[in-house]
């Protein structure tokens, strides 16, 4: 499987499917099983592409600390190493940070589409984003609401073995984290592609109000409220997926 390069830090990804170049960027601590509803629905028409974050899975874990501006630098290691011009960017939490900071910085996306983002860290709950840790008592809790939860246990047992094999843990996950809540985005007005912002309104760890401003202070930004928690956009992924698809669609005509 293919890997690139940011000076010395080695980054797995995976690309499947033609056509123009989706980019899932994970959220903190998550494995690339955060995107598996996702991929399933937009590889094929599309190209799709999953990393994984320095610290998590089979990339290096280079001792911290780690900032939104050098993950960024990242994503632009893994799109110029497999040849991309150009991408469609979808981020969640730390992951639409990134896409963010990729928008202002590089010249290759062309949409973003942010999942339960806020454009400063200072929004950020970090006690409830630490109990979001693999290693945390309840860490599914804050992530998926408890209907969610009650209604598939034998998914809720699978997403624990996925988080198992490839999420970070450790001092890799804390760096991460800490680039999660130090993050403060350059001049949003100067992002102009188009971005969706998508929201839980249980979200623990990014309140709906801070997602709200960002898709307010984006020129083509618009937001929309999901019923859920901070993985709102897996619970209801039929219904997020079939909106990224138009977004895409529109976006590629």
Known sequence: MPTARN???SLYYEADGDGPTVVFIND???GAWLWGWHYDAVAGPYETVVWDLRGTGRSDAPAGPYDVGTLAADLEA???DHGVGSAHLVGAGLGGMIALEYAHQYSRARSLTLYCTAGSGDAIDRDALDALALDAPSSLDGAFSPAFREH??????QIAGWRADEDATGAARDAQANAMTTFDASPLY????PAEVYYGLDDPVVPPEAAQSLS?????GTAEAVEGRHCCFVEHAPAVTDRLVALLDEQTE
């Open 190 to 193: 100067e992002i102009t592609q």
């Open 152 to 157: 598939d246990p034998d998914l809720m047992e």
């Open 216 to 220: 307010a202070d984006l020129p083509r």
């Open 7 to 9: 000076r010395d830090v």
């Open 28 to 30: 903190v601590g998550y």
């Open 78 to 80: 893994v799109l110029a």
